[in-house]
């Protein structure tokens, strides 16, 4: 892991670099438990709605009807904002985002890679049952499924199924040219929670539409465990060659993050499917 202290670099920056290079300090130093941004997340989480049964739906609004945004991309990154708004909770979720598999050929084994079940893929898994038993709690229900729209969006984020040694690409620095030519300096986890998707230069609805127009790429394997080994399979190819983002990179691997928000979405909607019935 390479650090730099920020006094050391800060006084010699020009006014206009001092934001990006906080943002990138706040990216590393978070850890690998934020995936896509809100808008990967809220992608996923509308592209999920296109396929749910009628009587999920019905039983999802009746479920967010107190929400501040009562719909699945509104609750998309709570999971996120836990963390400020519930610090307990917040650093009890923390381990759920990822799994840690590439350094084990991509393979997963509960035991080895989530002991205590603290990772995506069991967080998943339990959050999903939880959602399904009708005896539960509303509270317990509303808290889980905010949990699974969330986490099923992570774990199709390959850098968080990715090595642990590097924590998922956070300690990777890169840079991508912005829309001005300039280099915004961030890190291999930050380019594929947003820094790919900026390259398509669309808003939410366009994007929506984008990937609406994609084929289904649902994996055949329907469970969390094959999802992550998928996610790991593909982190283990996308660390560039040197630390400034080539155009020939984002033509390559746009496109795949694109297919796992896809994918995500399809899988999202099988699994709350199954949990609320239909």
Not at 159 to 184: C, F, I, K, M, S
Request: aromatic residues 6%; contains cysteine.
């Amino acid at each position: 892991m390479r650090l730099v202290h920020l006094t050391a670099i800060l006084p010699k920056l020009p006014p206009r670099r001092l934001p990006v290079v906080l943002l990138t300090v706040l990216l590393v130093f978070a850890g690998p438990a934020t995936a896509w941004g809100p808008l990967g997340h809220r992608l996923v989480a509308a592209l999920a709605w296109d396929d749910l049964t009628p009587q999920a739906r019905t039983d999802i609004a009746d479920l967010l009807a107190a929400e501040a945004e009562p719909s699945l991309p509104g609750v998309a990154t709570w999971a996120d904002q836990v963390r400020a708004n519930d610090p307990d909770l917040g650093r009890r979720s923390a381990p759920w985002h990822y799994v840690n598999i590439a350094e084990h050929d991509c393979r997963y084994d509960a035991e080895r890679a989530c002991a205590g079940g603290d990772c995506v893929v069991e967080a998943i898994n339990a959050q999903a049952a939880i959602l399904a038993d009708r005896t539960q709690p509303r509270a317990a229900r509303v808290q889980a499924l905010k949990f699974v729209v969330h986490f099923v969006g992570d774990v199709h984020q390959p850098q968080h199924a990715g090595y642990g040694d590097d924590r998922g690409g956070n300690d990777v620095e890169v840079t991508l040219p912005d829309a001005h030519g300039e280099d915004d300096g961030s890190n291999l986890h930050a380019l594929w929670d947003s820094g790919l998707l900026r390259t398509a230069a669309l808003d939410e609805a366009a994007y929506l539409h984008r990937l609406r127009a994609m084929p289904l790429a649902v994996s055949a394997d329907g469970d969390a465990a094959a999802w992550a080994e998928t996610s790991c399979r593909i982190a283990v190819q996308t660390y560039p060659a040197q630390a400034a983002i080539a155009p020939a990179y984002v033509e390559r691997w746009r496109p795949v993050a694109e297919a796992q928000l896809r994918r995500g979405g399809s899988h999202l909607a099988a699994m709350l499917n199954a949990a609320l019935g239909g």
